[in-house]
Nanobody, 123 residues
Framework: QVQLVESGGGLVQAGGSLRLSCAAS????????MGWFRQAPGKEREFVAV????????AYTGSVKGRFTISRDNAKNTVYLQMNSLKPEDTAVYYC????????????????WGQGTQVTVSS
């Protein structure tokens, strides 16, 4: 089992920044990749970013490229999502997840999920 706990959400004005954290614990998860997803009211959960624990390769969905940065601290078993230049359309519950494939963007392919943290961007 892998346990994931997100933190760092909140209310911010458009153009502002937030940093989300995802603390991972449990079984050895170095073989996993860590993803961030988000879900806005009435919408499906969508992929935001992914990072490999080993090597640190990253990938992003197009709407956040250049604004969001995913990173990890192996010593702390923590993954971060730095979000800059936030827009009202970034408002959602943000989830971190652990999966086995770097190349999938499907939520169904991820095995473990955190409880989510709310991000609200006001205009």
């Amino acid at each position: 089992q892998v346990q994931l706990v997100e933190s760092g959400g909140g209310l911010v004005q458009a153009g502002g920044s937030l940093r989300l954290s995802c603390a991972a614990s449990g079984r050895t998860f170095s073989s996993y990749v860590m993803g961030w997803f988000r879900q806005a009211p009435g919408k499906e959960r969508e992929f935001v970013a992914v990072i490999r624990w080993i090597g640190g390769s990253t990938a992003y969905t197009g709407s956040v490229k250049g604004r969001f940065t995913i990173s990890r601290d192996n010593a702390k078993n923590t993954v971060y999502l730095q979000m800059n230049s936030l827009k009202p359309e970034d408002t959602a519950v943000y989830y971190c997840a652990a999966g086995l494939s770097y190349y999938t963007r499907k939520a169904a392919d991820y095995d473990y999920w955190g409880q989510g943290t709310q991000v609200t961007v006001s205009s």
